[in-house]
T-cell receptor, first 116, second 111 residues
């Protein structure tokens, strides 16, 4: 069945270092790839996304890359700060055939700890 | 604009009982998704409703069911509760666009 693999499950980095989280998806029809951040006790919130017609997207310290041929995409956080500590989820998504709404498959999450 | 709201925030039940969780999507959103998040684990997809219809269902037993009302709010019912049903249940909504907006969740504890 359709699935998204996400690695690593936990990641500890020193403040100021970079963090990279990788995801691989199986559904070749997926065309939208969001990343959500969930701080402790809070709701997941979208931090960046990328569509299949784009290979890379940046937003300040955060970037996402997509390799459609290999069916994998990655989240890159540079100059990490303690407030980046959270659980990060990737997802692979595609539009439903008739409704225009989207079907999502989430990765299993990565717990990022930024050590001060 | 109000976000996705879920109720109750916390719910404590005993094994064998039934639980009902509710979700109100953002105004204008027609699609509602339910996810189960057990402690330390990822987002497990439960159900997806759009325009009142069930679009997709995750790999959960039939005692997990739900519905979407004409005003697009949704209800998740869990029958014959088991200890392993203890989790945070998250609802998310969307409309004609890919971004999902999550609620704060309902934490269900089964004793």
């Amino acid at each position: 069945g359709e699935n998204v693999e996400q690695h690593p499950s936990t990641l500890s980095v020193q403040e100021g270092d970079s963090a990279v989280i990788k995801c691989t998806y199986s559904d070749s029809a997926s065309n939208y790839f969001p990343w959500y951040k969930q701080e402790l006790g809070k709701r997941p919130q979208l931090i960046i996304d990328i569509r299949s017609n784009v290979g890379e997207k940046k937003d300040q310290r955060i970037a996402v890359t997509l390799n459609k041929t290999a069916k994998h995409f990655s989240l890159h956080i540079t100059e990490t700060q303690p407030e980046d500590s959270a659980v990060y989820f990737c997802a692979a998504s595609r539009a439903h055939s008739t409704s225009g709404t989207y079907k999502y498959i989430f990765g299993t999450g990565t717990r990022l700890k930024v050590l001060a | 604009e109000a976000g996705v709201t879920q109720s109750p925030t916390h719910l404590i039940k005993t094994r064998g009982q039934q639980a009902t969780l509710r979700c109100s999507p953002i105004s204008g959103h027609t699609s509602v998704y339910w996810y189960q998040q057990a402690l330390g684990l990822g987002l497990q997809f439960l159900l997806w409703y759009d325009e009142g219809e069930e679009r997709n269902r995750g790999n959960f037993p039939p005692r997990f069911s739900g519905r979407q009302f004409p005003n697009y709010s949704s209800e998740l019912n869990v029958n014959a509760l088991e200890l392993e049903d203890s989790a945070l249940y998250l609802c998310a909504s969307s409309r004609w666009g890919p971004e999902l907006f999550f609620g704060e969740g309902s934490r269900l504890t089964v004793l």
